[in-house]
């Protein structure tokens, strides 16, 4: 059954080879239908997703993404939004406090998958009795630890399905946001049932991959390595489309944005180039410029639908 849900998914995955003819009648259409777009406030949403570093091992990275965090909050008055691992609240449990009046949303329990699709990964995935646990696990390191209960959820690898979204609606979660902005999801909050889902942020225009085999494609997500690569009229010209596709669809123009501790210390490993102590810098300056640009207001993931939703 898990190869028979891989081959779907490597069926239906939009980025692959076979849905060039698509991907080329999208991104020429949605070029043609373009006109930059006029507006004068935004909403910025910074999203952490708080976890063991890329090795799923290690916490190395997480002492200076606490001191670095302080200083986002300032800028944000303390409207950070943590997505935390649940299997790592009490370790940190001291630190969440000294950033508490943010916001804290549950990122699985110990990074397993929480939906069914997802070819390039090979983990398990657990039943719905064992999501039960975990959710139940998670929200009780919280309480333990005298945290705010989440209301918000990510999951991990931004892997979810129906089950998932249901279950969570069942603790009391009112906002996921774990659709895979990587696969060209809407960058747009909708209500599913009783849960708003609120992407990360991504270009709904898909990019042909230079330096691949085959014509494949991607969709740029409005995340850390997307603004090391970009310069700053990249970084404009990416939300200006996201922008003019948000007004188009009645939503007020905004950006949720994601990021990891392990991304701000630098690797050797393969891929991983783009790590560095001087990403939050980067953030700042990136985040200066849209000030300088427009009103910016941040605000917590869980606020987005009630600000950005006519």
């Known amino acids: ?17 076979h849905f060039l ?19 004068d406030k935004i909403f910025i949403s910074l999203t952490f997703d708080v976890e063991r570093d890329f090795d799923l091992e290690n916490t190395k990275a997480m002492r200076g993404f606490i001191k670095k965090a302080k ?14 691992q649940g299997d790592m609240v009490s370790e940190f449990a001291k630190d969440f406090k000294n950033l508490s ?17 997802g070819w390039w990964l090979n983990r398990p995935i657990p ?22 209960r989440p209301k918000s959820f990510r999951s991990p690898y931004l892997v979810v399905n129906d089950e998932t979204l249901k279950l969570i609606q069942k603790f009391g979660f009112t906002v996921d946001s774990s659709f895979p902005s990587y696969r060209g999801v809407e960058p747009v909050p909708r209500k599913i049932g009783g849960v708003f889902e609120v992407p990360v942020t991504s270009n709904p225009i898909p990019k042909l991959s230079k330096g691949s085999l085959l014509p494949s494609f991607y969709y740029e997500s409005f995340n850390l390595k997307t603004i090391v690569d970009l310069s700053k009229d990249q970084i404009f010209d990416f939300f200006n489309r996201v922008a003019f596709f948000q007004q188009r669809n009645g939503v007020i123009p905004h950006l949720i944005f994601l990021a990891h501790p392990w991304e701000f210390m630098s690797w050797e490993k393969k891929g991983y180039g783009y790590c560095s102590e001087e990403n939050f810098g980067l953030i700042k300056n990136v985040l200066s ?17 009630e600000r950005v939703m006519n």
Request: hydrophobic share 35%; aromatic share 12%.
């Open 1 to 17: 059954m898990n190869v028979l849900r891989k081959i779907i998914d490597i069926a239906t995955d939009n980025r692959l080879p």
């Open 127 to 148: 039943s719905y009795s064992e999501k039960v646990e975990l959710i139940k696990r998670g929200l009780g390191a919280f309480d333990e630890n005298g945290l705010e």
């Open 101 to 117: 009046g943010n916001e804290f949303g549950l990122h699985g329990f110990s990074h397993e998958l929480w939906g069914t699709n």
């Open 289 to 305: 410029n849209f000030e300088r640009s427009f009103e910016v207001e941040y605000c917590k993931v869980s606020e987005i639908p």
């Open 71 to 84: 200083a986002l909050e300032k800028i944000t008055k303390s409207n950070l939004t943590l997505f935390i």
């Open 21 to 39: 003819p698509y991907n080329i009648a999208k991104s020429t259409k949605m070029k043609l239908q373009y006109k930059k777009p006029e507006f």
